[in-house]
């Protein structure tokens, strides 16, 4: 057995009864683990709804409900990999700047050990420090990016870093393969017809909801074979899914998938070279009996289950 995935841990001795990660162990020392779940609670850049600061906090009260086996994958991905909970990184809600090296230096010691991170926003910004934390253990990564919206502006109100810019500021720091990026789900109102462009111009994939919804998740997952053995990082948004199954988000767009769909289309991820991931915008207060959280939880165990490592249960 695992002792990182005890199967009664409410009997076992390392559970502390502080909710965790799936009810997972908590672990200061990265070398002692595989794969590190962790918060970063962190919601200052944020043009609409705040609140996404405190996503970590609920998902791991929620994720209590998760059990180790996935029937569909043949799966316990925690009979192969070491999955603790790091805990969270050390936010400042005042500067920015301070919190993005935070960031970028808790995630490159843990890719130091070979860990894999896994991020629990929190806003989208942060997934950039993450990146860079990437960039330097891997080069340049393959992303997958689920989400609502394209986050490829070049500014909000002015201002070059926020959750709506954090992909363009990584293409220009090179941290992306823009042949290897993947947006998915993207669909809704845009500022201009012109939103899509620096995307386009740079090699991004679009698969937007539309062709989703027509040609099913199967459609999705054949349009990402070109990703191969390439590093692949994995960025979702929780409001790629529609806010009718996931209202507790700081811009909810209607027309998403629902999450039958969103758990078939990580299930799909399942053979790549997945190096690291997150899942964000995650806003409790927005919620409806933490459907939402609920959800993100799953999410989280799905990408678990879909890790190279992972291996069959």
């Known amino acids: 057995m695992n002792e990182y995935y005890p199967r009664d841990a409410l009997k076992s001795p390392r559970y502390t009864g502080i909710p965790t990660f799936m009810r997972l162990p908590i672990e200061t020392d990265p070398s002692k683990i595989d794969v590190a779940l962790f918060g970063v609670p962190f919601d200052s850049t944020v043009t609409y709804r705040p609140g996404a600061r405190f996503g970590p906090r609920d998902i ?7 059990r180790p086996y ?15 909970d790091i805990g969270d990184v050390e936010t400042n809600p005042l ?3 301070e919190t993005i090296a935070s960031i970028f230096k808790f995630v490159d010691t843990l890719c130091s050990h070979n860990v894999v991170p896994i991020a629990i926003g929190g806003d989208h910004t942060i997934t950039l420090p993450i990146l860079r934390a990437m960039k330097k253990k891997h080069g340049p990564v393959a992303v997958i990016h689920f989400d609502a919206h394209t986050d490829t502006w070049d500014d909000h109100y002015g201002v070059k870093l926020s959750h709506g810019t954090w992909l363009r500021r990584a293409m220009e720091e090179g941290l992306v393969q823009g ?3 993947f947006q998915i789900g993207l669909r809704g109102q845009l500022f201009t ?7 386009i111009s740079q090699g991004f994939h679009q698969i937007t909801s539309e062709e989703i919804k027509k040609r099913g998740v199967e459609y999705l997952v054949e349009q990402l074979e070109p990703l191969g053995g390439s590093p692949v990082y994995v960025s979702l948004d929780i409001d790629w899914i529609d806010p009718a199954f996931a209202p507790g988000t700081g811009v909810p767009q209607v027309g998403g ?6 758990l078939q289309a990580i299930r799909g991820l399942k053979g790549l070279n997945i190096v690291g991931a997150d899942v964000v915008e995650v806003c409790p207060a927005y919620d409806s009996g933490n459907i939402t959280s609920v959800l993100a939880a799953n999410l989280l165990y799905e990408i678990l289950c879909v890790l190279p490592r992972a291996g069959q249960g």
């Not at 996935?70 to 603790?84: G, H, M, T, Y």
């Not at 998938?257 to 969103?262: G, H, M, N, R, V």
Request: aromatic share 10%.
């Open 60 to 66: 791991r009260v929620q994720s209590a409900l998760i």
């Open 70 to 84: 996935n029937p569909e994958l043949r799966i316990d991905p925690f009979s192969k990999l070491k999955v603790a």
């Open 95 to 97: 500067s920015v700047d």
């Open 179 to 181: 042949d290897k990026t």
């Open 193 to 199: 017809p012109n939103d899509f462009d620096f995307a």
């Open 257 to 262: 998938p629902d999450s039958y769909e969103a």
